[in-house]
């Protein structure tokens, strides 16, 4: 059974980096097929897509985000990370880490959310 693990500061001030880690457990990040994602959710909307890291090390980012936003990944502690520069309070959402299968919609595995807010 894979399980994922949000961790990271609650609070960041505005201009600051948002940095967040996922542990993963029961999987290997680099194991065939599989990507590893972050989804954020702001106050009142809807899932918000931020970007992945394959299995292969490649990365992708949404569009809107890509400029600020950068995924790595740490194989030796099986761990991957998010980092968004310049926040601002638009940034303030429940972030959430999940695992995609090549070829099926959707993230299977889900990690349970770590509220992030931007203030000062």
């Known amino acids: 059974q894979v399980q994922l693990q949000e961790s990271g500061p609650g609070l960041v001030k505005p201009s600051q980096t948002l940095s967040l880690t996922c542990t993963v457990s029961g999987g290997s990040i680099t194991s065939n097929g599989y990507y590893w994602t972050w989804i954020r959710q702001p106050p009142g909307k809807g899932l918000e897509w931020i970007g992945n890291i ?22 030796f502690k099986n761990q991957f990370t ?33 509220q992030v807010t931007v203030s000062s």
Not at 54 to 75: E, Q
Not at 89 to 107: H, I, L
């Open 54 to 75: 394959a299995y292969t090390g490649t990365t992708s980012y949404s569009p809107s985000l890509k400029s600020r936003t950068s995924i790595s990944r740490d194989t």
């Open 82 to 114: 998010l980092q968004i520069t310049s926040v601002t309070p638009e940034d303030t959402a429940v972030y959430f880490c999940a695992r995609d299968s090549r070829g099926v919609p959707g993230p299977n595995y889900w990690g349970q959310g770590t």
